[in-house]
């Protein structure tokens, strides 16, 4: 029972609940694509694949690891101060915060804006922090305002130099040497040990749960690194070696990813293959669009290196067919030996178009409807841009030997989930802080600025997280990965790995960052290791930081007009 004091004030605990679902949906549909654009970008994940995983990852991540004292007034923004004794303004305020910050993450994911969902939540604070006239942490220092402008430049220029870094030693020590798929076997083992290290120490001290490096020790914190690094370099060596040398040298079409268990015995000659595969042997092309197109290296190019045995290239008559202007539909039928391109069928044509003939009373419509409503999110084509731009754009990235390129699909999918895991355990608290201060001074009448996370606060979070990506994330996909430049898994590799190293040091350093911003300035320092500035698309970039300017004004001017219309009300 609440105490007579803010018993009065149920409303507004109604009105900052349902403004925590839209902002903890909004902040996996916005932050979910951190992890994993680059990885459906290059082909190596489909959007469901995704869309299942980043539910397990974020709800792991806010349950398992997410913090249980969760700070209500994000980093000091505003002092408490002006709050004490006055709970139901108090209330209030933080109703306000979860609101704006939740409205603007809401418009810019349909806007396809990538935002920093801790900076929405920072400048919704701070408008509510203008409009209750509570002093407002300005200066330098640590979560301040200034702070979290500057981060509009350092986190994507460390991120930058990072990922240019990564993608640059391997592609001199891989994939442009005279034998990129030889030096690809030998070095593959090394880079998961490298992903495993790296990723280990990431999620460890990252975790809000964790203690910090210094509790920690220097001794312990290489423990961690060298065990994770050389228990890597073991599966590697006994596991994925026997793997890839029975699907790409051998060219056993049978095997599939779930054979990796199989280990050593894929080395003889007739291993026991459980589940084998059906048909001929493949590889998935990495560079294609949705519509079997490659754009990379001009479109006329050989991926570097030697030929790939069995594995489709750009030759004449490919180079033909997509130079041909009337290889569309349209022209089929006065031309009909010219090849059509690839349809792609986005989810109204595949659920609705089918069940639209049909009456309401049939349950088969219903179905129909449902499986829309239930799937669009996840069947959409996030990885073709009908652009003459993007085109050009593409074709300026180097295209590289795609068995190299599936090696390092696995290690692209590991970083993306250890990405996914750190993304719920941190950001959980954005949406999680306003909405437990206001429940906990609920129900002790008392202003609670460091409330105590229930579990069933994290375990809804968590499930609104991958929820979030589930159904509109795709918006944010689209934004990211092969729209700023060609991507592919070495690529993508190098920009996950790039922007976990960043969030790891910056943090140490006590610098702020942002995985948006990170990931968006990795991204930036691959491409440029093309040597060529138009291989990316600067209009996107512009796009992109236009969005992270306006989150701090446009969340705050929503929170603070609401928190000054709400004290200035009749019944306040």
């Given at each position: 029972?609440?105490?007579?004091i803010?018993?009065?004030y149920?409303?507004?605990?109604?009105?900052?609940?349902?403004?925590?679902?839209f902002?903890?949906?909004?902040?996996?549909?916005?932050?979910?694509?951190?992890?994993?654009?680059t990885?459906?970008?290059?082909?190596?994940?489909?959007?469901?694949?995704?869309?299942?995983?980043?539910?397990?990852?974020?709800?792991?991540?806010?349950?398992?690891?997410?913090?249980?004292?969760?700070?209500?007034?994000k980093?000091?923004?505003?002092t408490?101060?002006?709050?004490?004794?006055?709970?139901?303004?108090?209330?209030?305020?933080?109703?306000?915060?979860?609101?704006?910050?939740?409205?603007?993450?809401?418009?810019?994911t349909f806007?396809g804006?990538?935002?920093s969902?801790?900076?929405s939540?920072?400048?919704?604070?701070?408008?509510?922090?203008?409009?209750?006239?509570?002093d407002?942490?300005w200066e330098?220092?640590?979560?301040?305002v200034?702070q979290?402008?500057?981060?509009?430049?350092?986190?994507?220029?460390?991120?930058?130099?990072?990922?240019a870094?990564?993608?640059?030693?391997?592609?001199?020590?891989?994939?442009?040497?005279?034998?990129?798929?030889?030096?690809?076997?030998r070095?593959i083992?090394?880079?998961?040990?490298?992903?495993?290290?790296?990723?280990?120490?990431?999620?460890?001290?990252?975790?809000?749960?964790?203690?910090?490096?210094?509790?920690?020790?220097?001794g312990?914190a290489?423990g961690i690194?060298?065990?994770?690094?050389f228990?890597?370099?073991f599966?590697g060596?006994?596991?994925?070696?026997p793997?890839?040398?029975?699907r790409?040298?051998?060219r056993?079409?049978?095997?599939?990813?779930?054979?990796?268990?199989?280990g050593?015995?894929?080395w003889?000659e007739?291993?026991p293959?459980?589940?084998?595969?059906?048909?001929?042997?493949q590889i998935?092309?990495?560079?294609?669009?949705?519509?079997?197109?490659?754009?990379?290296?001009g479109?006329?190019?050989?991926?570097?290196?030697?030929?790939?045995?069995?594995v489709?290239?750009?030759?004449?008559?490919?180079?033909?067919?997509?130079?041909?202007?009337?290889?569309?539909?349209d022209?089929?039928?006065?031309?009909?030996?010219?090849?059509?391109?690839?349809?792609?069928?986005?989810?109204?044509?595949?659920?609705?178009?089918?069940v639209?003939?049909?009456?309401?009373?049939?349950?088969?419509?219903w179905?129909?409807?449902?499986?829309?409503?239930?799937l669009?999110?996840?069947?959409?084509?996030?990885?073709?841009?009908?652009?003459?731009?993007?085109?050009?754009?593409?074709?300026?990235?180097?295209?590289?030997?795609?068995?190299?390129?599936?090696?390092?699909?696995?290690?692209?999918?590991?970083s993306?989930?250890?990405?996914?895991?750190?993304?719920?355990?941190?950001?959980?608290?954005?949406?999680?802080?306003?909405?437990?201060?206001s429940?906990?001074?609920?129900?002790?009448?008392?202003?609670?600025?460091?409330?105590?996370?229930?579990i069933?606060?994290?375990?809804?979070?968590?499930?609104?997280?991958?929820?979030?990506f589930?159904?509109?994330?795709?918006?944010?996909?689209?934004?990211?990965?092969?729209?700023?430049?060609?991507?592919?898994?070495?690529r993508?590799?190098?920009?996950?790995?790039?922007?976990?190293?960043?969030?790891?040091?910056?943090?140490r350093l006590?610098?702020?960052?942002?995985?948006?911003?990170?990931?968006?300035?990795?991204?930036?320092?691959?491409?440029?290791?093309?040597?060529?500035?138009?291989?990316?698309?600067?209009?996107q970039?512009a796009?992109?930081?236009?969005?992270?300017?306006?989150?701090?004004?446009?969340?705050?001017?929503?929170?603070?007009l609401?928190?000054?219309?709400?004290?200035?009300?009749?019944?306040?």
């Open positions: 029972m609440a105490p007579p803010t018993a009065k149920d409303w507004i605990l109604a009105i900052t609940s349902m403004a925590f679902v902002s903890a949906a909004s902040n996996g549909a916005n932050d979910v694509a951190n992890a994993y654009a990885s459906v970008a290059a082909r190596t994940l489909k959007m469901w694949h995704v869309g299942i995983l980043s539910v397990i990852t974020e709800f792991v991540g806010a349950v398992a690891l997410g913090d249980r004292v969760t700070d209500t007034i980093s000091g923004i505003i408490p101060d002006r709050f004490i004794g006055n709970p139901g303004t108090f209330m209030l305020a933080m109703g306000c915060a979860e609101v704006g910050s939740a409205a603007w993450l809401t418009t810019a806007l804006w990538p935002v969902t801790t900076q939540i920072i400048g919704a604070l701070v408008g509510v922090g203008f409009a209750t006239q509570a407002i942490t330098w220092t640590g979560g301040s200034s979290t402008a500057a981060s509009w430049g350092i986190a994507p220029g460390i991120a930058c130099g990072f990922s870094i990564i993608f640059g030693t391997l592609k001199y020590s891989v994939l442009e040497r005279d034998d990129p798929f030889k030096w690809g076997l070095m083992p090394w880079y998961f040990a490298l992903t495993g290290g790296i990723l280990a120490l990431f999620i460890t001290i990252e975790a809000p749960t964790a203690p910090s490096l210094e509790e920690f020790g220097a312990k290489s690194i060298l065990g994770c690094f228990g890597c370099l599966v060596y006994v596991f994925f070696m793997y890839f040398h029975r790409l040298v051998k056993d079409p049978r095997i599939r990813f779930y054979h990796i268990p199989l050593p015995l894929l003889t007739n291993p293959i459980y589940w084998p595969r059906q048909g001929e042997w998935t092309n990495h560079y294609e669009d949705a519509y079997g197109i490659v754009n990379a290296g479109n006329a190019t050989a991926p570097h290196g030697a030929q790939q045995p069995g489709a290239n750009p030759d004449e008559k490919q180079q033909a067919q997509d130079t041909d202007l009337e290889r569309n539909p022209s089929v039928t006065s031309s009909p030996e010219i090849a059509p391109l690839k349809r792609v069928i986005e989810p109204q044509e595949r659920f609705l178009d089918p639209r003939h049909l009456s309401w009373a049939n349950p088969v419509k179905f129909g409807y449902l499986k829309f409503g239930f669009q999110g996840v069947t959409r084509d996030v990885i073709t841009h009908d652009s003459q731009l993007l085109r050009d754009i593409h074709a300026r990235a180097k295209r590289y030997d795609d068995r190299v390129e599936h090696m390092w699909t696995y290690c692209q999918v590991i993306a989930i250890m990405m996914s895991i750190a993304h719920g355990s941190n950001d959980v608290a954005n949406a999680v802080g306003p909405w437990a201060g429940y906990h001074t609920f129900n002790s009448g008392e202003v609670n600025t460091e409330a105590t996370t229930p069933w606060f994290l375990v809804i979070a968590g499930l609104l997280l991958g929820g979030g589930w159904f509109y994330g795709y918006h944010i996909m689209r934004a990211l990965g092969n729209k700023i430049t060609q991507m592919s898994p070495t993508g590799f190098a920009t996950e790995l790039g922007a976990a190293t960043t969030v790891l040091l910056a943090s006590g610098l702020p960052v942002s995985t948006t911003q990170c990931l968006t300035g990795a991204a930036v320092g691959v491409a440029l290791m093309n040597y060529d500035l138009a291989a990316i698309n600067w209009r970039i796009f992109i930081f236009s969005g992270w300017v306006l989150t701090l004004p446009c969340a705050g001017l929503i929170a603070g609401l928190c000054v219309m709400a004290l200035n009300a009749p019944h306040f």
